[in-house]
């Protein structure tokens, strides 16, 4: 079945980008060469764009049409960059509260995550530019639509959006299992981002070691974590919950 969200063809894909349309990422395959290809190369340089060379095969799977060994999926949505979110949050005159997505790949979880975070007025879901979801049709279906409201901001490293987030004064929480600190037991009343690490592997080590604080959330079942956006959930309305308590104090 034919997609699309897609544009095939190497002169195609060139004006695409040049149009400025909102682009995921761009399959293209292993040996392509040629005068046209050098152009679509340096665009795709200039423009930032996550790419990926593949066999011939795996652009075969996506349009069996003249794709002459390029195919750009679109975005469903337009990207935000977090550089001109944090001073626009700060300008707005609320306390930012964004959720950080380390290794995030599977996209009913993403789906899930976004929904919740838009439930909660989250300003923003940060993500990767390599090893993860991004924001595709099926994404913004599983979100139920929220990932049509919610900002993403996409980084080229969750360890330099860690590093800037907190130069801007941000208190970073990295929510790990191998954390002694409750996650109810710090301060979320403050400029907040929190980081969910993957399933699998959690939060990179790296990334661990810029964050200003890390919390879990208690297990007394035999199974040791829970699923990555039931735990988003979680922590995320502890946020919210801090911060309403807050406000009633404040009245």
Same mark, same amino acid.
Do not use: W
């Given at each position: 079945?034919?997609?699309?969200?897609y544009i095939y063809?190497?002169?195609?894909?060139i004006?695409?980008?040049?149009?400025?349309?909102d682009? =995921?990422r761009?399959?293209i395959k292993?040996d392509?060469?040629?005068?046209?290809?050098?152009?679509?190369?340096?665009?795709?340089?200039?423009?930032?764009?996550?790419?990926r060379r593949?066999?011939l095969?795996?652009i075969?799977?996506?349009?069996r049409?003249?794709?002459q060994?390029?195919?750009?999926?679109?975005?469903?949505?337009?990207?935000? *960059?977090?550089?001109n979110?944090?001073?626009?949050?700060?300008e707005?005159?609320?306390?930012?509260?964004?959720?950080? $997505? =380390?290794?995030?790949?599977?996209?009913?979880n993403f789906?899930?995550?976004?929904?919740?975070?838009?439930?909660?007025?989250?300003?923003?879901?940060?993500i /990767?530019?390599?090893?993860?979801?991004s924001?595709?049709?099926?994404?913004?279906?599983?979100s139920?639509?929220?990932?049509?409201?919610?900002?993403?901001?996409?980084?080229?490293?969750?360890l330099q959006?860690?590093?800037?987030?907190?130069?801007?004064?941000?208190?970073?929480?990295?929510?790990?299992?191998k954390?002694d600190?409750?996650?109810?037991?710090?301060d979320?009343t403050?400029?907040v981002? $929190?980081v969910?690490g993957a399933?699998?592997? @959690?939060?990179?080590?790296?990334?661990?070691?810029e964050?200003?604080t890390?919390?879990?959330? /208690?297990?007394f @079942?035999?199974?040791?974590?829970?699923?990555? *956006?039931?735990?988003?959930?979680?922590?995320?309305?502890?946020v919210?919950?801090?911060r $309403?308590?807050? =406000?009633?104090?404040?009245v």
């Open positions: 079945m034919e997609r699309e969200d063809g190497i002169r195609a894909v004006e695409a980008i040049e149009a400025g349309k682009i =995921d761009i399959y292993k392509l060469s040629g005068e046209l290809a050098a152009e679509l190369f340096e665009l795709i340089r200039r423009h930032r764009i996550v790419n593949v066999p095969e795996r075969n799977k996506i349009t049409k003249n794709h060994g390029v195919v750009a999926i679109l975005s469903a949505v337009t990207y935000h *960059s977090l550089d979110l944090v001073p626009q949050l700060y707005a005159g609320v306390t930012p509260f964004v959720v950080l $997505l =380390d290794g995030i790949t599977d996209v009913r789906g899930a995550i976004a929904r919740t975070c838009e439930c909660a007025a989250v300003d923003a879901l940060v /990767p530019e390599h090893d993860s979801v924001v595709t049709a099926d994404a913004v279906k599983t139920a639509g929220a990932l049509h409201h919610l900002p993403v901001c996409r980084v080229h490293t969750i959006a860690v590093k800037d987030l907190r130069k801007s004064g941000y208190k970073v929480v990295a929510v790990s299992e954390a600190i409750n996650y109810t037991m710090t979320y403050v400029p981002a $929190l969910m399933e699998d592997h @959690g939060i990179s080590p790296e990334v661990l070691r964050c200003d890390f919390v879990s959330i /208690p297990m @079942g035999k199974i040791g974590s829970l699923n990555v *956006s039931v735990a988003t959930a979680v922590a995320v309305y502890e919210v919950r801090q $309403l308590q807050a =406000d009633m104090e404040i």
